[in-house]
């Protein structure tokens, strides 16, 4: 392989300060005067080391500085490879990109190129040729779907990849519909590189073109409710052609007049909008799938992009979900709400739905008298997103495992509890402790998971409790305390030190 020649220059950044070496001159003659006293060898070694000194300072002041300059450049070619870019049209201009790679001039008498590396880029960023000298470019990238336009990650991936042996230079070959990411910022983080993006524009021409820009529909419904679901289509020419519906996968009859499935529909230029209602019957999710055939295959270009979806819950007649792991209490609640005309059904801790969709079939959870850890952290985190996300309705009523007592404090769920689960300092309740003695975990993210289960142990606690952590010192050789056995108060102190500390393995507990 050729080597790459560079030139090493030396400047000064700031020259100005080069006047103050000037100052060598009375710092000499000073010593001389001053320095009598001294040996005629210790003396001027002394001169010397001064001036020397005063150069130094001044070197560094001047800002001594050394470049290497180099006459080559790797040229990083960011293609874009996704679907909205038709095969054919990208390998025009790929060839077209390729000629002006080889006419540029990449080899000198020394026999040093400049070099070429390649970046596919559509839902991912794919890195295809990296600093070759050959200036080819493949035609197709078969590890790329092209379903995304992630320009920005492009344009990252060839900074990241750029030799620091060389200029580099960024060409940009796409048609600028980005689906995802930054390309501004990222193309800002270039210039900031002194890294220059060439852009070779893909420019192409729909004359006749339907786009399905959306099926919108209602987020949520009742059974037996009829929804209206909006089909929004774009055309660049007048088209005709017919709409299909599936629900769930199976088709929807959008007319029944006819031996057709699918409505009929005349497009205008421009944006269209046709509303068709259908019932929906069963609970649960529903997903809609809209497609647009045109009746003339030649009045719409690009048939990838006539399919929008939509998703619809459809929740059953309203009712609510007791979780009661005792029974009793829960039992007596369920038979008064029923006596109000109110569908309630009564489940233990370990009947409650562990999916959002089968948990959003109810209208409100009421959780009778129910510790933390009756749930898995997963089913908390969800209760608490039924609530902020869905608009779910979630009580929690008193008893010796409710609320702090049940350890909810520091849960998922007290975040969205409208009371505070650990009680003022004022308050005179009755002190807990916990001792937590560490020791190294021999299996994959062991420590991590020992870390993390002290942690979720300690913010079950309330704030006058008492805590303290031990773990094996390996400089020590011996156990220590982590965190000293004290009241954990807002707990900041106690989880630092649980998340800073290096687990050992204690020779004896």
């Known amino acids: ?46 001169i010397i080391l001064r001036c020397v000194g005063i150069l130094l300072l001044v070197i560094l002041l001047a800002r001594l500085m050394v470049a290497q300059r180099n006459e080559h450049v790797t040229v990083v070619a960011v293609i874009d490879r996704s679907q909205s870019i038709h095969p054919d049209l990208l390998d025009q201009y790929l060839e077209e990109l390729e000629k002006k790679l080889v006419t540029t001039p990449t080899a000198n008498a020394a026999g040093t190129m400049d070099r070429l590396a390649v970046v596919d880029i559509a839902e991912a960023a794919s890195i295809s040729a990296l600093g070759a000298n050959a200036m080819e470019i493949r035609q197709r990238n078969t590890t790329l779907m092209g379903t995304q336009s992630r320009l920005a ?51 192409y021409e729909h004359s006749k073109e339907v786009v399905f820009q959306r099926l919108a529909g209602p987020v949520r419904a009742r059974s037996g409710e009829t929804v209206s679901l909006r089909f929004i289509l774009h055309s660049t020419s007048s088209s005709k052609g017919r709409l299909l519906l599936t629900m769930n996968d199976s088709p929807v009859d959008l007319d029944p007049d006819s031996s057709e499935m699918g409505a009929a529909i005349e497009l205008q230029p421009g944006t269209n909008v046709k509303t068709i209602s259908i019932p929906v019957g069963t609970r649960g999710m529903h997903e809609f799938k809209a497609t647009f055939i045109p009746d003339d295959p030649a009045e719409d270009g690009v048939s990838e992009n006539n399919r929008a979806t939509a998703m619809t819950f459809v929740a059953g007649p309203g009712h609510m979900l007791i979780v009661d792991s005792q029974g009793a209490a829960g039992a007596n609640l369920a038979a008064v709400l029923k006596n109000r005309q109110i569908d309630a059904r009564l489940i233990s801790a370990t009947e409650l739905p562990d999916s959002m969709a089968r948990l959003m079939d109810s209208d409100a959870v009421i959780l009778v008298n129910t510790e933390c850890g009756s749930f898995s952290y997963q089913q908390q985190e969800m209760l608490a997103r039924y609530v902020t996300e869905m608009g779910g309705g979630l009580v929690m009523t008193g008893g010796d495992r409710s609320f702090g007592a049940g350890g909810w404090i520091g849960s998922p769920v007290a975040q969205v509890l409208p009371v505070d689960c650990d009680p003022p300092q004022k308050k005179q309740m009755p002190k807990g402790a916990l001792a937590l003695v560490m020791h190294a975990c021999e299996m994959p993210n062991g420590n991590l998971w020992g870390k993390r289960v002290a942690m979720a142990a300690v913010k079950a606690l309330s704030r006058q409790d008492l805590a303290g952590v031990l773990d094996y010192g390996w400089q020590a050789g011996e156990s220590r305390w982590v965190h000293p056995f004290s009241e954990v108060g807002d707990k900041t102190a106690i989880l630092n030190s649980i998340d800073q500390m290096q687990m050992g393995d204690m020779p004896e507990f």
């Not at 560079?6 to 009375?26: E, G, K, R």
């Not at 991936?157 to 048609?175: F, G, K």
Request: hydrophobic content about 55%; proline content about 7%; aromatic content about 8%.
């Open 153 to 203: 990650d492009g344009v990252q991936m060839a900074m990241a990849i750029a030799p620091p042996d060389t200029a580099t230079r960024i060409v940009l070959l796409s048609d600028g519909n980005e689906t995802a990411g930054n390309l501004k910022e990222a193309a800002r983080i270039a210039a900031s590189n002194q890294i220059p993006i060439d852009v070779v524009p893909v420019e």
């Open 1 to 46: 392989m050729a080597t790459v020649t560079a030139s090493i220059s030396i400047y000064f950044a700031q020259p100005w300060w080069l006047v103050l070496a000037l100052l060598v001159v009375p710092a000499a003659w000073l010593g001389v005067r001053s320095m009598n006293s001294l040996g005629p060898v210790r003396r001027y070694f002394a």
